[in-house]
């Protein structure tokens, strides 16, 4: 995510930019446009509406398409693709790493797809299949197959001389990885040592053995929270046979931790991480609509409890007054209960082995809290109104809803993980749903009982 000086920046180029565009100095934007950086040029991209963007792309250097299509979000990313011609996706993907073209040819149509594939030479082909036949959320789906492999009987100096007669590493070389004659991963040597060793030591003799492998099958997820734990430059990628696939640096890490950080963030409000911010108007209402729907039919019934207690809203009018207080209080406690432990599942540290503890730690920290206002709004309301009943029914209800609101927010997410279901997606609706049943059902049923 861009600092605010960066947000500047970009700000006021796009205000250029679209001053230039408006006048018809198409020249002088596309000079502006050679300038910049492949992730600033996909923030352009992302940042304008969808006419500009159609004329923008046109006016960027085809040789940086593919730079560029491998920084766009999804959504923005599937709407340039659907503009192009096969041919011209062809030429793209010639300069793509190989996991980021898995991932643009997975948004493709099938037809287009084929014919993207027909048109690369049999290797490349063969390296994007690979990656292909994993999901995209998998170690599979997000390796790259461009790796330097060695054999163990090799030496040093042998390395050295196919080094040289190369000429170039795969970007973010750390480690070369090696192999048997079967391709089984072996272990890897760190080209540190490569340089650093006598010309004549057998490879066999320097490698790492402790080198983690990664399964394919993995989830991207997992894969993350080993590199933070490991510290990982880069991490090689095996079968279930341990035959060696490819490799997964840091910078597929980093998109992955910031895909995650984006889902959670969007999702909270029932949006799509990858939605494009100038989508147009119809499809935007559409996916928000959904959303809208699901929230109206929970607030439901909430509006379903209270109109249970009508006759006491003529009786006793401060009562209307008082409702939302109480459903209020049990939302707030229940949101940061929830984000605590949605925040504790992504990081690893909340599973079934630790969730009771967890549940009972909640659950005491909503009935202390719920103590502490209880006894602070009945006072306030006890000495306003000059009834201390008033204020014994709203203290009551304070403390019942905020221990309902420890124990939903432990449970709602651990429920739905459990089925499957992304807690960050749906935790907040039914914890907003449950403080508001709860709440309105517990001061108002006690008011019944105790004011009538």
Known sequence: MPDLIEQEYIQERLHQINEALDSGMFVYVRKLLQDMSAYDLALFLESSPAKSRAVLWQLIDAEHHGEVLEELNEEVRKGILQSMRPEKLAAVAEGMDVDDLAEVLRTLPDTVYRKVLD???SQDRARVETALSYDKETAGGIMNTDTITLQPEVSVDVVLRYLRLKGQLPEATDSFYVVDRSNHFIGAVSLASIITANPEVIISKLIDEEIQAVQANMSEHDVAQLFEKH???????????????????????????????EHSMMSMAGLDDEADTFAPVLKSTKQRSLWLGVNLITALFAVAVTSMFEGLFQQLAILAVLNSLVPSMGGVAGNQTLTLV????????????NARALLHKEVAIGFLNGIIWALLIASVVAIWKQDLMLGVVIAFAMLMNMTAAGLAGVAIPLLLKRFNIDPALAGSVIITTVTDVVGIFAFLGTATLLLT
Do not use: Q
């Not at 910078?251 to 992955?256: A, G, L, N, T």
């Not at 949605?342 to 082995?353: E, F, K, P, W």
């Open 119 to 121: 048109s690369m030479d």
């Open 231 to 261: 510290d990982w430059f880069s991490a090689p990628v095996i079968d279930k046979k341990g035959h060696l696939l490819g490799r997964i640096t840091i910078d597929d890490v980093i998109d992955i931790i910031r895909e995650d950080a």
């Open 342 to 353: 949605i925040r504790g599942m992504a990081l690893g540290h909340v599973g079934n082995s």
